[in-house]
């Protein structure tokens, strides 16, 4: 459906938006979630590792090395 298919592109714009933020600045994973939109930092880690296939704090791990 259009709905689901808008919805799936602008989730995966705020999550790139979101890898963006974990990769280049130093803010809590909380702060990341809260910038780009969601509420409950939870649901985005679950949201981000599903998308992304690695944790948000992965990925701040993996981009500092």
Do not use: I, M, N, W
């Not at 989730?11 to 780009?36: F, G, H, K």
């Not at 649901?43 to 599903?50: A, P, Q, T």
């Amino acid at each position: 459906s259009l709905h689901g298919l808008l919805l799936s592109v602008c989730t995966r714009y705020r999550l790139e938006r979101a890898q963006e933020l974990l990769q280049t600045t130093d803010l809590p994973v909380a702060s990341v979630a809260v910038q780009t939109g969601y509420t409950t930092p939870g649901y985005f880690s679950r949201l981000y590792k599903k998308y992304k296939g690695v944790s948000p704090e992965a990925e701040r791990r993996g981009s500092k090395s």
